[in-house]
Nanobody, 124 residues
């Protein structure tokens, strides 16, 4: 069993930045690919970014490419999401997820473990 705890959400103005973090419990973190998803009110949870187990490959949704950066520190069992140039449409609850395979994925169904989410609010 893997437990994921996100942190770093908050209120930011458009154009601003936030850095989310997600700490994972357990001893298998370095073998898992990780992802960040987000869910706006009334909408389905959507893919944002994924990183492979070694941290050498990242994959992004077109909506965040060039603005968000996913990274990980396997020694700290932590994955990060650096969000720059935030837009109103980036607002929502951000979820960290882990899949029990090493390769990146944008599919929700590929992820076995989920955090409780952290709220990101963007104001104009």
């Amino acid at each position: 069993q893997v437990q994921l705890v996100e942190a770093g959400g908050g209120l930011v103005q458009t154009g601003g930045s936030l850095r989310l973090s997600c700490v994972a419990s357990g001893h298998s973190f370095s073998s898992y690919a990780m992802g960040w998803f987000r869910q706006a009110p009334g909408k389905e949870r959507e893919f944002g970014a994924s990183i492979n187990s070694s941290g050498g490959l990242a994959y992004y949704a077109d909506s965040v490419k060039g603005r968000f950066t996913i990274s990980r520190d396997n020694a700290k069992n932590t994955v990060y999401l650096q969000m720059n140039s935030l837009k109103l449409e980036d607002m929502g609850v951000y979820y960290c997820a882990a899949r029990t395979r090493s390769s990146v994925s944008s599919k929700r169904s590929d992820y076995a473990y989920w955090g409780q989410g952290t709220q990101v609010t963007v104001s104009s």
